[in-house]
């Protein structure tokens, strides 16, 4: 096999050679000419290759940030990032909006926040299984993406790492993930239905905020902690079971959801303001025994809520009003033997449990 040297001029007038022993003169052109080829990907090709505006140009890098050149490109399309990268650093992409496809080579080990932060045009991305974080605003306003494979080597997604992601369907955590960051997922108004791994300890504030075509979730025994708003305005969630694990339940967590039932785990000791505030399909409500205080409308304009038992034998603090407000039940169900007033938030109290 005869060995070529290709150069290439870069739109900043610089000629980089294209030298790797193993391609012969025709793997170099198809690399250079189509940087997503499967040729290109199968050699793990060293170096990086770009198209912008209809021109390709390669380029010997071994980090990338936001002053390599690719910073709010709108001309860039396409590129094939080379197995030479190590990092891509802030905001590297931020602002491709031409950008459709990427794939992300193993030698990556680290990708900062902000990355491909709106970058409107991509539609899928592979990431490296070297990578370990899904940082901060990683995919954020990324509004053509319709999937992603996240590695499993991932344990931990950042706040408003996809948040925005408006075409994104379904997705897959991977196993070795223990915490979703703080609106991870806000506005992914396609998702239909997401499984989260167990091991996953914590579910940030706003992780699901307005997913409103969301009709599945599976939250695992490990989970502890549920923010605020988490699931807010989720109008096609129709069950939720949440694990015993969980102590309280956040302000508005569920607020106008579509809950038809839910399950609320024996280790809760308190449900937060309109925690279920105008979840007006859900039939009924166990409150555990463990409940020591009520937020202020919590059960506010449950309008379907028929049937509410309260297994706590003293009466959980009532913060606040409307926390029965506008229900359909007129009475609430309590242990017998158990402390409560004639009258508990608006609702008779009928000793029967």
């Given at each position: 096999?005869?060995?070529y040297?290709l150069f290439t001029f870069?739109s900043?007038g610089?000629c980089?050679p ?6 012969d003169?025709?793997?170099k052109?198809t ?12 050699r793990?090709?060293p170096?990086t290759?770009?198209?912008?505006s ?5 380029r010997?890098l071994t980090t990338?940030?936001n002053?390599d050149?690719y910073y709010?490109d ?6 094939y990032?080379?197995s030479n990268?190590?990092?891509i ?6 602002g491709?909006t031409?950008?459709?496809?990427i794939v ?6 680290s990708?900062?926040g902000?990355a491909?932060q709106?970058?409107?045009?991509l ?7 070297s ?5 901060s605003s990683?995919?954020?306003g990324?509004?053509?993406?319709t999937?992603?494979t996240i590695?499993n080597?991932v344990?931990s997604?950042?706040?408003s ?5 408006t ?5 897959t955590i991977?196993?070795?993930v223990?915490s979703?960051?703080n609106s991870?997922?806000?506005n ?13 300890t914590s579910i ?6 307005t ?5 599945s979730?599976?939250l695992?025994?490990?989970?502890t902690?549920i923010g605020?708003?988490?699931f ?6 129709t ?5 015993d694990g969980v ?9 106008d959801?579509?809950?038809v ?10 449900i937060?303001n309109?925690?279920?505030n105008?979840?007006?399909?859900l039939?009924s409500?166990?409150i555990p ?5 009520i ?7 449950c309008?379907?809520l ?10 959980p603090?009532l913060v606040?009003?409307?926390?029965f ?9 309590v ?12 609702l008779?109290v009928?000793?029967d449990?």
């Amino acid at each position: 096999m005869t060995i070529y040297p290709l150069f290439t001029f870069s739109s900043l007038g610089c000629c980089y050679p294209i030298v790797n022993s193993s391609l012969d003169q025709t793997d170099k052109i198809t690399a250079a000419k189509f940087p997503m080829s499967a040729s290109a990907t199968a050699r793990s090709y060293p170096y990086t290759i770009d198209v912008q505006s209809g021109n390709t140009q390669t380029r010997n890098l071994t980090t990338i940030d936001n002053t390599d050149g690719y910073y709010q490109d709108a001309n860039l399309t396409s590129i094939y990032i080379g197995s030479n990268v190590t990092s891509i650093g802030t905001m590297s992409f931020n602002g491709c909006t031409g950008l459709s496809s990427i794939v992300i080579p193993n030698s990556v080990t680290s990708i900062a926040g902000y990355a491909f932060q709106g970058c409107t045009s991509l539609t899928s991305i592979t990431i490296s299984s070297s990578v370990t974080l899904i940082d901060s605003s990683l995919f954020q306003g990324c509004s053509s993406l319709t999937s992603i494979t996240i590695p499993n080597s991932v344990t931990s997604i950042r706040f408003s790492a996809f948040d925005g992601c408006t075409s994104l369907t379904n997705i897959t955590i991977p196993s070795g993930v223990t915490s979703i960051g703080n609106s991870a997922f806000q506005n992914c108004s396609s998702l239909t239905s997401i499984t989260i791994p167990d091991g996953v300890t914590s579910i940030g504030s706003y992780a699901f905020y307005t997913c409103n075509n969301l009709a599945s979730i599976t939250l695992p025994d490990t989970v502890t902690s549920i923010g605020s708003y988490a699931f807010e305005n989720c109008n096609s969630l129709t069950s939720i079971n949440i694990p015993d694990g969980v102590t309280s339940i956040g302000n508005r967590t569920f607020n106008d959801a579509g809950l038809v039932s839910v399950t609320i785990g024996s280790g809760v000791t308190s449900i937060g303001n309109y925690a279920f505030n105008i979840c007006d399909s859900l039939t009924s409500v166990t409150i555990p025994s463990g409940v020591t205080s009520i937020g202020e409308g919590a059960f506010n304009g449950c309008t379907s809520l028929g049937t509410i038992n309260c297994l706590a034998t003293t009466a959980p603090t009532l913060v606040g009003s409307l926390n029965f407000n506008n229900v359909s039940a007129s009475v609430i169900h309590v242990p017998i033997g158990a402390t409560y007033p004639a009258t508990y938030g608006g609702l008779t109290v009928t000793f029967d449990l």
